[in-house]
Antibody, heavy 122, light 110 residues
Framework: QVQLQESGPGLVKPSETLSLTCTVSGGSISGSSYFWGWIRQPPGKGLEWIGNIYYSGSTNYNPSLKSRVTISVDTSKNQFSLNLSSVTAADTAVYYC??????????????WGQGTLVTVSS | QSVLTQPPSVSAAPGQKVTISCSGSSSNIGNNYVSWYQQLPGTAPKLLIYDDNKRPSGIPDRISGSKSGTSATLGITGLQTGDEADYYCGAWDSSLSAVVFGGGTKLTVL
């Protein structure tokens, strides 16, 4: 059973870059046909998709965040990462990494990390 | 403002049936598969339905999904207090080239 675990700083200063890593266990990122995604949820609000990455490095980003987002993959470590630049308080959220149920799908996320709260504050 | 529209809240008594609607457009629900998630407080979302009406392993058959045109519906029968949660619909939007979610519906089991 594939498992995902987010890691990274819980506090980021305004205007700086938020960086998170998702470590995958129980399955290999490389050679699989799955997309790997990041989703966030501001406190008390709904889900917002940030973007997806394929093991080859191909990405899809939310148009509203595209100018500030970079998702990358490190197949040697079985990890993928999120960088979000120029953060503001509006970027405060629980950040989840997730994998869809079906290979080749962009959505229908079946496997989720536990989530990590990132607060943007000076 | 979410791309997919859900009612903010629904309620029903234990043992009863409830439906949650999700309205979109031809660029998302109308031409792409819908998925549904349950989120209990303080936990990650859980996939209940994918491909409009398919259940992942372990999801009971009292959970169902359907779609007609640009709207989708999640149905839950035999309501239990443990079903109290937030429910989200999601889909790929071909015009935005993005995954979109509904704003979420809070289910209360009275």
């Amino acid at each position: 059973q594939v498992q995902l675990q987010e890691s990274g700083p819980g506090l980021v200063k305004p205007s700086e870059t938020l960086s998170l890593t998702c470590t995958v266990s129980g399955g290999s990122i490389s050679g699989s046909s799955y997309f790997w995604g990041w989703i966030r949820q501001p406190p008390g609000k709904g889900l917002e998709w940030i973007g997806n990455i394929y093991y080859s490095g191909s990405t899809n980003y939310n148009p509203s965040l595209k100018s500030r987002v970079t998702i990358s993959v490190d197949t040697s470590k079985n990890q993928f990462s999120l960088n979000l630049s120029s953060v503001t308080a509006a970027d405060t959220a629980v950040y989840y990494c997730a994998r869809p149920a079906i290979s080749g799908y962009y959505s229908a996320f079946e496997h989720w990390g536990q989530g990590t709260l990132v607060t943007v504050s000076s | 403002q979410s791309v997919l529209t859900q009612p903010p809240s629904v309620s029903a008594a234990p043992g009863q049936k409830v439906t949650i609607s999700c309205s979109g457009s031809s660029s998302n629900i109308g031409n792409n598969y819908v998925s549904w998630y349950q989120q209990l407080p303080g936990t990650a979302p859980k996939l209940l339905i994918y491909d409009d009406n398919k259940r992942p392993s372990g999801i009971p058959d009292r959970i169902s999904g359907s779609k007609s045109g640009t709207s989708a519906t999640l149905g839950i029968t035999g309501l239990q207090t443990g079903d109290e949660a937030d429910y989200y619909c999601g889909a790929w939007d071909s015009s935005l080239s993005a995954v979109v979610f509904g704003g979420g519906t809070k289910l209360t089991v009275l």
